[in-house]
């Protein structure tokens, strides 16, 4: 048995976010790595290995033969939001296996300038083959399928809408406090309750914003740690689950993959939910936070809306900050958004979180522990983190 | 956007389940080797993996597992169809279904667990709630 390697995130960044009319993805994708390289201090050339998804026929070889990239190492896994966890868990394992030594993860998207471009619909259509001919008929738009889940987890436990929009509510008073937050003028109960209705029961800020961005991470191998101007946070354990595509196979919509990938993450990583010092969870809607939350562990099942009251997911005075950059709901969702969770996390344990950096309670020291949960397609996929320093 | 995002696009296998549609009958599959049913329709049984799957009629009953009344899509024909009831029922044969819920006056009307029953638009099964049944 060959010990395996340690394994730390050592470079982390955004590309320009927000609204970006004049880049391409292919621009976004190679602004974030070389920012992320530049982050961690290493060379260009100890990158042995490259992963990305959701930009090219090939995918990740476009984006590497625009990074100038010639890899030993690639990964292209493609389950929607979660990808970046997956694949950063992939990652870890092949550093620790002595298959590849720096490993880039870069993704960008241009998605709320190719809505306003008329480069692609607002809702999306997956296309019409195959299981795609036993939906589509019904126009079950993503934020449809998103609102039924939560619908059904108000039938089976009293969650109320109020709840929900508490997850809102404090995922912008997060981003009020991120200088890279594309909404930050906060927002209360009410006013995500009277917003437009677009599939109920989600008004407007239960959805995520549309923007553009891109973001990377650069895990290495724990030798070349030294070697970069960061410290390093390290990857402690993963998980990964897949559940369903269609909504008519999964069994029960109260219950997120995350329900196996964050058991599974903490197992290996040997912690608890409760020494989790924040989180970062995949919220396109939200419900996703709420429904996670519960499935990690934070709370029991169906008590995800209580858990979501008092204020307890707020960077100030919350009892888990959870979204500390103001997450989806807020902050920037390009599409696949699970590459920002791990950036977020990583800047946190850093202490790199400025105004909105979060203190462990008790002696107001710099987190220690920390989870990054993405899901991904609707409830379809499910990777978790856990990294410390 | 032209053209429509709505249709269905049958294969060899599938042909079967929209034909019975199109004279409507709403078809599910059950295997014979382990007698458990199946929808959306495969060629074999992904409970067992067997691939003694058949056709059978299904009684056209289900119960609301959940809906979404979606305001927004536009995606054409259905930004003229909204508001909308997407919904995912429970058949009585056991399986799940991805479907529409029609025929109801406003969302306010439906509960969990509502009795429904299929009808036809255009040859695509929809359901809708049995006049005078609880939860209805």
Redesign the interface.
């Known amino acids: 048995m060959v010990a395996r390697r340690k394994v730390a995130v050592v470079g982390v960044a955004l590309s320009d976010c927000g609204r970006v009319d004049d880049a391409t993805p292919y621009a976004l994708h190679a602004q974030a790595a070389r920012r992320a390289l530049a982050d961690s201090g290493l060379d260009r050339s100890l990158v042995d290995g490259f992963a990305s998804a959701g930009l090219g026929t090939l995918a990740p070889v476009e984006v590497a033969e625009y990074l100038g990239l010639r890899p030993t190492w690639v990964d292209s896994t493609s389950v929607g939001g979660a990808t970046w966890e997956v694949m950063a868990a992939h990652a870890a394992d092949a550093i620790a296996a002595g298959h590849a030594r720096v490993v880039l993860l870069a993704y960008g998207s241009t998605a709320r300038a190719d809505v306003r471009a008329g480069r692609r619909t607002g809702t999306l259509s997956f296309g019409t083959r195959g299981p795609l001919q036993f939906e589509v008929p019904y126009g079950h738009t993503l934020i449809a399928k998103y609102a039924m889940a939560a619908r059904r987890h108000m039938i089976e436990y009293g969650t109320t809408i109020e709840q929900l929009a508490e997850v809102a509510v404090q995922a912008r008073a997060n981003a009020a406090l991120n200088p890279e937050a594309m909404f930050r003028t906060p927002v209360t109960v009410d006013e995500v309750l009277v917003g437009p209705m677009i599939a109920d029961p989600f008004t407007k800020l239960h959805c995520c914003v549309r923007s553009d961005g891109g973001a990377a991470v650069l895990l290495a191998a724990e030798e070349y740690v030294r070697d970069c101007r960061t410290s390093p946070v390290w990857v402690l354990g993963s998980g990964e689950h897949v559940s369903h595509a269609a909504m008519s196979e999964w069994p029960d919509f109260t219950v997120s993959p995350a329900a196996v990938s964050g058991r599974l993450a903490f197992e290996r990583a040997g912690v608890r939910p409760d020494e989790m010092d924040f989180a970062e969870i995949y919220d396109a809607f939200t419900y996703m936070t709420l429904v996670t939350l519960e499935d990690l562990g934070f709370c029991g099942k169906g008590e995800g809306g209580a858990f979501a009251e008092k204020g307890r997911l707020r960077v100030e005075g919350g009892e888990l900050p959870v979204n500390t950059d103001g997450g989806g709901l807020s902050a920037q969702h390009p599409g696949m958004r699970g590459l920002f969770l791990l950036v977020e996390a990583v800047r946190q344990l850093r202490g790199e979180g400025g105004e909105r950096q979060v203190r462990r309670r008790g002696d107001g020291s710099l987190p220690r522990l920390g989870v990054a949960s993405g899901t991904g397609g609707w409830f379809c996929s499910s990777g978790t983190v856990v990294l410390g320093v | 956007?032209t053209g429509r995002?709505?249709?269905?696009?049958?294969?060899a296998f599938?042909r079967t389940y929209w034909e019975a549609a199109a004279e409507g009958r709403l078809l599910i599959r059950r295997c014979r080797a382990c007698g458990r049913t199946h929808?959306?329709?495969r060629e074999f049984c992904p409970h067992c993996w067997s691939e003694d799957a058949v056709w059978e009629p299904a009684s056209g009953r289900a119960t609301l597992?959940?809906?979404?009344?979606?305001?927004?899509?536009?995606?054409p024909p259905?930004t003229d169809?909204t508001p909308?009831v997407?919904?995912?029922v429970d058949l009585a044969e056991g399986?799940?279904?991805?479907?529409?819920v029609v025929g109801t006056g406003s969302?306010g009307e439906l509960s969990?667990g509502a009795e429904l029953e299929v009808a036809f638009r255009e040859g695509?099964p929809?359901f809708r709630v049995v006049p005078g049944a609880p939860g209805g």
Do not use: C, K, Q
């Open positions: 956007m995002f709505d249709l269905p696009e049958p294969d599938t929808h959306y329709p597992y959940t809906w979404s009344v979606v305001h927004r899509n536009d995606l259905f169809r909308y997407a919904a995912v399986p799940r279904m991805m479907t529409e969302a969990a695509i929809v």
